[in-house]
């Protein structure tokens, strides 16, 4: 059996190690900027109606640091979505590969064909299909661009 510990003592927890349980936020990492930014988050969270009445509108530089943290999340949702804004400014080349990749998918090949070569280029079926589809069907054209490496 143990001995009791003196009530000072906390049994597992370092005495040298700060106690994160009494404190209310770890003070936040990084630049000036990113501090203020969070300090001016955290006291917009820490409003209440009873402090809009009694207090003065957040300062111009409040507001600047909201303003810089929500153009960074911005910035950050941004680079997440580039799909969906590449999608919505499209160049004229990816337009036109777009629509060249739509005609391939309309292309009807035959079995036949890709069976040639698959057994004379020694490729997948799906590769070889895609072959015959980027040239129309074509089976002794599509074979002669690979061979002279346009593929």
Do not use: F, H
Request: proline share 7%; glycine share 6%; aromatic share 2%.
């Amino acid at each position: 059996m143990a001995e009791p510990q003196p009530p000072t003592i906390t049994e597992g927890l370092d005495p040298a190690a700060p106690n994160t349980e009494t404190e209310s936020e770890p003070a936040p990492k990084g630049s000036t900027d990113s501090r203020r930014a969070a300090a001016a988050l955290s006291s917009l969270d820490a409003r209440t109606d009873d402090d809009s009445k009694n207090k003065p509108s957040p300062s111009a530089a409040d507001r600047q640091a909201l303003g810089d943290a929500m153009t960074r999340l911005e910035g950050l949702e941004l680079g997440s979505k580039a799909s969906a804004l590449s999608s919505t400014t499209k160049s004229p080349e990816k337009e036109r590969k777009e629509r060249e990749a739509e005609d391939r998918r309309k292309v009807k090949v035959d079995a036949a064909d890709v069976a040639l070569v698959v057994e004379e280029l020694e490729l997948t079926k799906v590769k070889a299909t895609e072959l015959l589809k980027s040239y129309g069907g074509d089976a002794v054209r599509a074979i002669t661009a690979y061979v002279n490496g346009v593929v």
